[in-house]
């Protein structure tokens, strides 16, 4: 029996990372499958602007939030303005990662805070602000987050994003 994709009818989706790669694929098949709104996040601001653009018509609405997720209130912000452009939020994606290269032989502390800040504490604050607008709204909402598998068994240069 071969099962339907996942619909998004009507929802609202924050994507990170949404730029390029896993984020953008995400946000052309959210699009394809119905939503109505769609919040991607990104660093590149040129593409992103352009990707929501592309992106909306026919029923979705596309913004493009840039952001620098290793600063501490950027979580906080980027929900913010999800709610004040669309009110709700029913899905996030988490797919933004910082992948620089360092070993354990020659990373800095200020390579491993960034990464750290990008991969692991800005996730969890937008976890943590779209669950909040989610009981708000009084939304039964999912959180996807993007792993790698680096943190099996990497690569010497990725050492401290595999512990990411």
Request: charged residues 25%; neutral net charge.
């Amino acid at each position: 029996m071969k099962s339907e994709p996942s619909r998004f009818d009507g929802k609202v989706l924050l994507l990170s990372g949404a730029s390029r790669g896993v984020g953008e694929q995400v946000a052309r098949q959210a699009k394809d499958r119905g939503a109505r709104g769609l919040a991607l996040v990104g660093r590149d601001e040129k593409a992103g602007s352009a990707l929501a653009d592309e992106l909306t018509g026919d029923g979705t609405k596309a913004i493009f939030i840039k952001a620098a997720l290793s600063q501490p209130d950027e979580p906080h912000r980027i929900v913010e303005m999800v709610d004040t452009a669309f009110g709700v939020v029913h899905g996030l994606l988490n797919s933004a990662a910082e992948t620089s290269r360092g070993s354990v032989w020659n990373t800095t502390p200020e390579m491993f805070d960034q990464m750290m800040a990008v991969n692991v504490r800005a996730p969890f604050m937008l976890i943590q602000h779209c669950a909040k607008l989610m009981k708000r709204e009084k939304v039964h909402g999912s959180v996807v987050n993007i792993g790698s598998v680096t943190g099996w068994g990497g690569d010497v240069s990725l050492t401290h994003y595999a512990l990411s």
